[in-house]
């Protein structure tokens, strides 16, 4: 079966402008979770989509937000980009809970110059 | 709030040598608490998780993982490392089995052959 896949792999961007990440689950996952990892500090937790709604979210600013669409297929907007949004961006997906085993896609690379 | 402390950057161990790597959490109630391993090049993997029950989880690739309430600990530990071992490990939290997951900053584990 096959994985969680995420798109583009790597992206650059200058500050100010926006960005959307994609994110397919595996086949059957309902849930998904979006992460930023830092080397500094390590993963932390965007937010979760089940059935195309926020379920939970972290504390991150507005100027991040998501949306899953019925297929579960899910997607992330960063707008008005800053120096510090470069990062790995991970998508998970698990049956729901979240509690359950969450399978992790490759991420994309985020780089913003 | 929910919390996770992983309070070494990097661990070194000899191959063939017990390892140990260690959590705390802080949560109120009982907690749902995860492993996850980051090889080099791959993306992040399950290795175990404690909702309830024997205070012993078992995992993948050999690893366990012992909970101790009073010590809100949740080490992960594995009997003989092996170099293929060497790799980021994440501790991670929930409150519950819908809330969203919690991820510490990680441990970069050295096997020293």
């Known amino acids: 079966k096959a994985g969680v896949t995420q798109t583009p792999r790597y992206l650059i961007k200058t500050r100010g402008q926006q960005v959307t990440l994609s994110c397919s689950p595996i086949?059957?996952?309902?849930?998904v979770s979006w992460y930023q990892q830092t080397p500094g500090q390590g993963l932390q937790f965007l937010f979760e989509?089940?059935?195309?709604?926020?379920?939970n979210k972290g504390n991150f600013p507005g100027r991040f937000s998501g949306r899953q669409f019925s297929n579960s297929r899910s997607e992330m907007n960063v707008s008005t980009l800053e120096l510090g949004d470069s990062a790995l961006y991970l998508c998970a997906s698990s049956l729901s809970p979240p509690s359950n085993e969450q399978f992790f896609g490759p991420g994309t690379r985020l780089t913003v110059l | 709030a929910q919390s996770v402390a992983q309070p070494e950057d990097q661990v070194n161990v000899a191959e063939g040598n017990p390892l140990t790597v260690k959590c705390t959490y802080s949560?109120?109630?009982?907690?749902?608490l995860f492993w996850y391993v980051q090889y080099p090049n791959r993306g992040l993997q399950f290795l175990l998780k404690?909702?309830?029950?024997?205070?012993l989880v078992k995992g993948s690739y050999g690893f366990e993982a012992e909970f101790n309430k009073s010590q809100t600990s949740f080490h992960l530990k594995k009997p003989s490392a092996l170099v293929s071992d060497s790799a980021l490990y994440f501790c991670?939290?929930?409150?519950?089995?819908?809330?969203?997951?919690?991820f510490g900053k990680g441990t970069r584990l050295h096997i020293l052959p």
């Open positions: 404690y909702i309830t029950g024997d205070n």
């Open positions: 086949s059957g996952h309902r849930s």
């Open positions: 949560v109120s109630g009982n907690p749902y």
């Open positions: 991670a939290v929930s409150l519950n089995r819908d809330d969203k997951i919690i």
């Open positions: 989509y089940f059935s195309e709604t926020q379920r």
